[in-house]
């Protein structure tokens, strides 16, 4: 659950979220509190800051700064599918964000549109860092929310790392030039039966500038992507979308 906090002593907004007590095992935790002790080193327009992780009765809170906008899932649901330039200048704030982040040895490891906000003059923040991990053992045809977002190797148990953020910005690409999710899956072992083959785009498909860029994204062997944020925006700066 996701709050809109006002801290009275320092007369502070803040975005408050508690975790769900069956999501933080032991292990979640210390991986969402290595990823946090990293996040709070960043300043970086595309980055959301995090300010505390911390336990009070028996929950679990994280709190961040606080800033008006709305998700890339919001958006994606009003405008549908969107322009190529937008999505260009969406994506190219996306692997500014994340390349940032990869200097400084920190992965997303889970983008989804939900972890996406935009604010109202069009800047992008990358938030909830830390929260994706590989699949748990036994967990693998179980419902998860958020199935359809977790690369190849995060269902195969390994540790996400800066190719798997590219795989993310592949699917958030797919979905904001399509309108629909790449993969459908409700469970990690319906999404690697998915992921054996290449998403297909309805109707007219990818735009010709992006098809070739977000296929090398969402390839299913990590090595054969783009090996991180930096080199995809590289590539960004090439098109002409």
């Not at 509190?33 to 980055?47: D, E, K, V």
């Not at 699949?135 to 179980?142: F, K, N, P, R, S």
């Not at 798997?164 to 469970?187: I, K, P, R």
């Amino acid at each position: 659950m996701v709050y809109k906090v006002r801290v009275r002593e320092r007369a502070e907004v803040l975005r408050f979220k508690v975790l769900r007590r069956d999501w933080a095992s032991e292990s979640r935790l210390a991986r969402l509190s290595g990823a946090i002790r990293l996040a709070r080193s960043i300043q970086h327009p595309n980055l959301l800051p995090v300010l505390d992780l911390g336990q009070a009765d028996g929950l679990t809170y994280l709190s961040c700064t606080f800033v008006r906008g709305m998700s890339l899932r919001q958006l994606i649901e009003v405008a549908g599918r969107m322009p190529a330039s937008a999505v260009y200048l969406l994506a190219r704030q996306l692997g500014a964000g994340l390349a940032e982040a990869h200097r400084l040895g920190l992965c997303h490891g889970g983008l989804k549109p939900e972890d996406v906000l935009i604010e109202p003059h069009g800047v992008v923040r990358l938030m909830d860092f830390g929260f994706t991990g590989p699949v748990e053992l036994g967990a693998d045809g179980a419902p998860a929310p958020g199935a359809a977002y977790l690369a190849p190797e995060l269902i195969a148990g390994q540790d996400p790392g800066p190719a798997t953020d590219v795989y993310g910005v592949g699917l958030l690409l797919f979905e904001m030039l399509t309108s629909q999710a790449a993969y459908h899956g409700t469970t990690p072992a319906e999404i690697r039966a998915e992921q054996t083959r290449p998403p297909v785009a309805p109707g007219t498909g990818l735009p010709q500038a992006f098809a070739p860029l977000v296929m090398r994204c969402l390839d299913a062997a990590p090595e054969k992507r783009f090996p991180s944020a930096a080199d995809l925006l590289r590539a960004l700066d090439q098109l002409s979308p």
